[in-house]
């Protein structure tokens, strides 16, 4: 049970844990992320078994468990299948700062995908936004090679 | 199974917002202690050592290193599950089963306090691909609850009604963080943090731990009078890739169900279990989840409340204890849903007690919006 008189007494030393990895992005989110900076193309790859085009892209499909085959354009342009709005501040890993909220946050599905991916949604109202909502991806001018390199996802009708 | 596993001892702390009056290992040292006594068995009488803790909630790499002194772990075997302390609860009864010990210790410990939740959280997600754009579990479950409540044509006033049903019931329970008279509205006005979460729809985060002794069934049986019987388990885990899953289904966790079930011999659980402890960090989730646990059909989850079958005195309890929105100690979480469950079936609940309480359901989960699920049985 709580101490009071304990709790003032007793230290808590703040610790800050800076650790740098270099995560190796594979075959996979290498080609993935190249073929967006160079040529603008959102790609994904295709279950040589169920079918299932899985973006992001990936060596092994899970469901069936076996190795994916062919690359295949997807998007821009796509369907909102879960949104949410976020109204507590969230720092940015990229600028370091606090993302201005309310922000949109969704998971959409590219045309010609199977799988979702989370991105943030141009419109943030929860009101305006809806699940069928059509959207479609707005990209960098000067592409880095990223995930960053998808600003965000406009509304489209 | 042919040879069950015993529950012969328990012990939780209370949860609280910040434990920093005590050190960690001060913490696990009294749970241990406190199960050991509750079996009646000393350090030398526990053959194995299964701990749940998470190094990023710790701060340290394997950080269950810290604790090998306060679990009584030097010069036995130990090992650690980096998930819920009821998947520890697993890997403990396993080391039963499969004749490698016959008591063995089961500690899960977690100080919400120290660091950034949800930005250790935001870590749980691919690096590359999610935690640049913010993703964790808050904005994960905000997209599953809303994708759930559109499907189903749930209000956010229907979610409030869990938080209301779990506050209230947690004043019967002296373990709470958070207990209080409660009013829809209250939860409706608390600040909206992820669209449709609202900050009392969220479980807080706390600091706690938990201890179990389990024994094999001719140690239970030598050891206690009245040990607690694990009379069925299941787990299942499905995609860990939000994209790949449809969030309203969850067919993990029906069938970890489903096997925890026919293992224990139940054909209807709302007729057979006297209560569910379950694992629901946000409050659609214990709508969601009784569904999938099949106590009543997909999208029910409310309806089932509003008739009061989830209420301490329904036919089917959901959390008498108050559940996660009434205390959360992250990874904890599924070890105190299964010690409220076997205080229950001993009928040692105190004020919290359902009566003639004699089969109950825990239910832990681990990674995002239900991706592991893990579903236990007890009963005397
Ligand atoms: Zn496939």
Redesign the pocket.
Known sequence: MKKDNQLEELLRIPVHMKLHYRFPAGTHYTRFFREMKDSGKIMGVK?T??G?VLVPPRPV?G??F?KTGDWVPVGPKGTVKAYTSIYIKFIDGSTGKPRPSPYGSGLIQLDGAFSTINHILEEGDPEKLYIGMRVEAVLKEKREGNIGDILFFKTIT | MNLRVGIIGVSQTKYETNKSYQAITDTVFEVVQEAMADAGVSREDVDSIVTSSVDLWDGRTASNQMLTDVVGAIMKSESRVAGDGLGATFQGMMTILCGASDLTLVVSQCRGSMGDPYGISNWVFDPIFQQPLGLDYLSAAALQANHYMKRFEITQEDCARVVVKNLNDAQNNPQAQVAKETTTDDVMHSPMWAYPIKEMDAAPVSDGACAIVLASQKKAKALSKNPVWILGAGCCVEAHYLGDRDLTEGEALAKASKKAYEMAGIHDPVKELDLAEVSAEFSYQELLWTELMGFCGRGNGIKFLEQGMTSAEGALPVNPSGGMIAGNPVTVAGLTRLVEAVLQVRGKAEARQVQNAKMALAHGTTGCCGQGQYVMIVGN
Do not use: N
């Open positions: 279950c078994q169920c299932r499909c469901e069936c076996v």
